[in-house]
């Protein structure tokens, strides 16, 4: 399906929970979280339906986030069900990594072998630090595990000035001897509430790190939908990446949508929810209904994160976790 400015948008990235085992202070507050009850979150039955539909209106990527995905129980059932949909050709998980090594055999069967990975630092101290949790090793753990069974991996590092900037070089390093997406994202006010330090350390500033350090970065023409501009160091087996999710600069190319664990569409991450699905579908419509439904949105699929910012009802919303979003 194309928009109304003539985007393909065929990506759906989907929240399956809201819980979450770290607590990044640039994502979660550290205590007082409320979260839904679980009913109140899409069911796995409910997922798997608004895959079909989407699936017949020409979706062929999904992603499963969170909170962190792997803490839903079952969980690979869902993946299970998904991997059944033939529409569905791209399975994506973004993860934490914390508790995925006990599934790897069974992500391999399914051919489920694109996993970003989050992790800001490279520093046991530092990620303690931002993560409020003690999961460095277990996290490298995970990546080292997911390199040697050939699954294609990108890490995902939020860059914040005072915190982690210092990381950059020796996460970007990784891509010397790895043939890993390193991708640097500037931080955005999706915390849950907190305010403070949100001096933006931008794409700008990201780049100017990395061509301080490397003489010889080359840029690599994007692919449909990309986010992340893409370079590599000459002889480096893996690229690195800047995401200026902040800055909003790819808006023209993006080819997504999200629904959060409660059913909410977002149709831009920076609205603040367009429509809920979840009771559209627990109100008994009909798969036709559904795709009228998502046509609809997707049509009014807003320019850029500026408009939708504008368009926002509840501006407070700028406050949401990231975990009820996704990412
Ligand atoms: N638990 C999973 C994980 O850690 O990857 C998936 C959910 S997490 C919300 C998805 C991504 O959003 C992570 O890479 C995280 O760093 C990023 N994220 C969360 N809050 C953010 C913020 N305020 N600004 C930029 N990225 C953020």
Not at 58 to 76: A, C, M, N, Y
Not at 165 to 184: G, P, Q, S
Not at 185 to 197: A, H, L, R, S, V
Not at 299 to 327: H, V
Request: some cysteine; aromatic content about 10%.
């Amino acid at each position: 399906m194309t928009d109304s400015f003539n985007r393909q948008i065929d990506y759906v990235r989907i929240a399956v929970t809201d819980r979450c085992n770290l607590r990044c202070f640039y994502c979660m507050p550290a205590e007082g979280i409320v979260y839904e009850p679980k009913k109140d979150l899409l069911s796995y039955e409910e997922i798997t339906r608004l895959l079909r539909v989407l699936g017949q209106l020409g979706f062929s990527k999904v992603r499963f986030t969170g909170g962190e995905p792997f803490l839903r129980k079952d969980f690979i059932k869902l993946l299970e069900h998904t991997a059944e949909i033939d529409a569905f050709n791209s399975i994506h998980i973004t993860t934490n990594g914390t508790l995925l090594q006990k599934h790897i055999v069974r992500l391999k069967e399914l051919g489920i072998t694109k996993i970003n990975l989050s992790i800001d630092s490279l520093n046991a101290e530092r990620f303690h630090k931002i993560t409020r949790r003690n999961d460095f090793e277990k996290v490298m753990q995970t990546f080292h595990l997911l390199i040697d069974n050939g699954f294609q991996v990108k890490l995902n590092a939020v860059i914040m000035k005072g915190i982690n900037t210092e990381d950059i070089i020796a996460l970007a390093e990784l891509t010397k001897n790895y043939n890993v997406d390193v991708r640097f994202i500037e931080e955005m006010p999706f915390n849950g509430g907190y305010k403070e330090n949100l001096e933006m350390y931008s794409a700008k500033d990201i780049y100017a790190d990395l061509r301080a350090h490397y003489s010889d970065l080359k840029e690599i023409p994007s692919k449909h939908g990309d986010t992340a501009n893409l370079l590599s160091v000459a002889g480096y087996k893996g690229n690195i990446g800047v995401i200026a999710a902040f800055s909003r600069t790819f808006c023209n190319t993006c080819n997504r949508l999200r629904i959060s664990a409660k059913g909410k569409i977002k149709s831009c991450l920076y609205d603040d929810g367009v429509f809920n699905i979840r009771d559209f579908m627990r109100a008994g419509v009909s798969d036709a209904d559904l795709a009228d439904k998502f046509s609809e949105i997707i049509r009014l699929k807003p320019k850029d994160g500026f408009e939708a910012e504008k368009m926002r009802k509840a501006p407070e919303t700028a406050m949401q976790s990231m975990s009820s979003i996704g990412g």
